[in-house]
């Protein structure tokens, strides 16, 4: 992504004596992903008046601040170089033209109106450097060479008509890219004397020509190349569901957000609406709505820009979300469930418990970032408490120590979103208490783009410096001692009011030497009895099989003395001891995979708390 371009923060609607604005995500620092907005609105709520208004104050070289004015729209930008835009207004007008490339076109003919990108262009240029890859190299040209018209006529006669077609070149990145967005290998055919078309080859043989291909495949070959050609700064689109079925929805949000700094797009689909790719969703409302009452015969008429504009309303999306996503929600119920299934079938079928035994006395695997573009389902239960952390009172900056970070992943899975769905900057401290795994750790910070401390003792991170300590995946492995001292030495670098986060798993997803797995409830019972308060989430994991939960508690001015804390924690691990083992005693069989689990966590809590009432785990 280009640096030092400018970007709209602020898009202001005036009609009939209101004003309304919306206050866009944008790149606010170097970013790995870029931010999309959406626009949602019944039919004339005016989306594409916006997306449309927007484009002309852009052109007009609304730049460095300052503001620009169309009819009812004014345009707030940040400082910096005028961005380069790419506008997709109707794009469906142009997509199934885009693939078939006429050699014939001068550079005159290539102009589009202003409104619509220089898709010919493009396209002309693209298939230049696919043709070279198959001409000799005494006979390779530029796009400049290929305007000249004899040129083209020769050099396509290289390429025998309709009987044959090229294989695009497999290095070039747009052909890589499409490939992998369309599942199929790219190809090109010289379908007349003066046309190229794109052809889509299948494993089995199958090859189909672009005119041939689905609409939602031409649609997004169509963004596609031209995005990679023009490496837009902004992008505006309009209605970017049409023609795509909802897999391709999301691989071409997916690739916006990769590719393009800043994107505002127009939608009436929920697939859309709800991704959590999109960073902030406006719903727009006009009072245009309406018949006219005693209309007369005939009336006078202006064009739209010479009118006053009507009165528009644009709603953040943020605190609404609840009331609209509860019935969204039922498809992910039925996907859950459907998961949960198979995922039973599928544990049952391996209920290998002498290799899962084994695993056990290993080393135990440290947790490493998952390569999905969005976080895993632990770290999205950190993500909201943070969020409710600053927002009241507000704060900009977040400043978290990970006590026991292992290789860095709930860092990295949180640097996934961007500051905007975050609500502020966060600053991280992660502590490794390994030194080897400490330089890994480093290592992979660095990998990812993540600016972190990683002190090599927590002597060396002042108390009272930070805004929330974070205990992700490692209290189930502490004995009771080491447990209280995690607790008390994160709550010592904390400044107050600090808050303590809490990420387990329960039951176990697999054996460990030592561990006393917490359920929810007993977790939460302990930090409560510390006068550390505070409130739980849980979501299921792995089909439901497991959950994962996130603690959220407010620390103390005081916290009890050591001695208290542990008279409560080994009175607990007294309460789950004597669980596990009516737990265990009273089982006959193992007929299912939650069976399994329940059993790995009732003998790995037996054996663990033996061993630290026998001085042999401390």
């Known amino acids: 992504m280009r640096s030092g371009a400018s970007y709209i923060n602020r898009i202001s609607l005036s009609g009939s004596g209101s004003r309304t604005t919306l206050d866009l995500a944008y790149p606010q620092t170097a970013s790995l992903h870029g931010c999309i907005n959406a626009l949602c609105g019944l039919n004339n709520a005016g989306k594409t008046f916006l997306l449309e208004r927007t484009r002309a104050a852009l052109v007009s070289g609304a730049v460095d601040g300052r503001t620009s004015e169309h009819y009812g729209l004014s345009l707030s930008l940040t400082a910096g170089d005028a961005p380069v835009l790419l506008f997709c207004g109707k794009t469906w007008r142009e997509k199934s033209r885009a693939g078939n490339v006429n050699i014939a076109l001068t550079e005159a003919r290539l102009e589009p109106p202003g409104d619509v990108p220089e898709y010919r262009k493009v396209f002309q240029r693209f298939l230049v450097l696919l043709l070279n890859q198959h001409l000799p190299i005494n006979e390779q040209l530029t796009f400049a060479d290929w305007q000249k018209g004899e040129v083209r006529v020769r050099l396509s006669e290289h390429f025998a008509r309709e009987e044959s077609v090229y294989l695009c070149d497999q290095k070039n990145e747009i052909v890589i890219i499409s490939q992998q967005l369309l599942n199929a290998t790219l190809y090109f055919r010289r379908a007349h004397p003066k046309q190229f078309d794109f052809v889509l080859a299948y494993a089995d043989g199958t090859k189909v020509s672009f005119p041939e291909w689905s609409d939602g495949q031409q649609m997004l070959f169509y963004l596609l190349v031209l995005v990679m050609t023009v490496n837009p700064d902004i992008v505006l689109l309009d209605e970017i569901e049409n023609h795509l079925h909802p897999a391709y929805m999301s691989r071409l949000l997916k690739f916006l957000k990769e590719r393009v ?58 605190n609404e979300f609840e009331k609209i996503t509860g019935a969204y929600r039922l498809f992910d119920q039925q996907d859950a469930q459907l998961m949960r299934q198979a995922t039973h079938i599928a544990a049952e079928a391996d209920l290998l418990v002498y290799k899962a035994l084994c695993t056990a006395f290993r080393e135990p695997e440290v947790a490493t970032p998952s390569d999905r573009m969005l976080p895993d389902l632990q770290t999205k239960l950190l993500v909201q408490r943070i969020v409710e952390f600053v927002a009241s009172p507000s704060k900009s900056q977040v400043r978290i120590i990970d006590i026991g970070s292992g290789l860095g992943r709930v860092a990295i899975e949180t640097a996934k979103l961007s500051s905007w769905q975050l609500g502020c900057t966060l600053n991280w401290i992660c502590w490794e208490p390994d030194a080897d795994r400490r330089q890994a750790l480093r290592a992979n910070l660095s990998r990812s783009g993540i600016s972190a401390e990683v002190p090599e003792s927590l002597d060396d991170v002042a108390d009272d410096s930070c805004d929330i300590a974070l205990l992700a995946n490692v209290l189930h492995e502490l004995p009771v001692e080491a447990f209280i001292g995690t607790v008390r030495s994160g709550a010592s670098k904390l400044s107050r009011p600090g808050s303590v986060i809490v990420l387990e798993l329960f039951p176990l997803l697999a054996p460990e030497r030592f561990a006393v797995p917490y359920p929810p409830s007993v977790l939460l019972s302990i930090f409560r009895d510390w006068d550390i308060h505070g409130h739980q989430e849980i979501v299921a994991v792995r089909g439901g099989v497991a959950v994962g939960y996130c603690i959220f508690g407010q620390i103390p001015s005081h916290l009890p003395t050591a001695e208290s804390m542990r008279v409560v924690l080994t009175r607990w691990w007294g309460e789950l001891e004597k669980a596990a083992v009516s737990a265990y005693s009273s089982r006959r069989a193992i007929r299912s995979a939650s069976d399994y689990t329940n059993v790995v966590q009732e003998l790995t809590t037996l054996a663990s708390i033996s061993a630290w009432r026998n001085g042999i785990w401390t």
């Open 261 to 318: 700094p800043q994107t505002l797009i127009a939608t009436h689909h929920p697939h859309v609406i709800f991704s959590e790719l999109i960073d902030r969703v406006f719903y727009l409302e006009t009072s245009t709505s309406g018949v006219v009452i005693n209309p007369p015969a005939v009336a006078p008429y202006k064009k739209h820009i010479y009118q006053t504009p009507p009165k528009r309303s644009a709603l953040l999306l943020e």
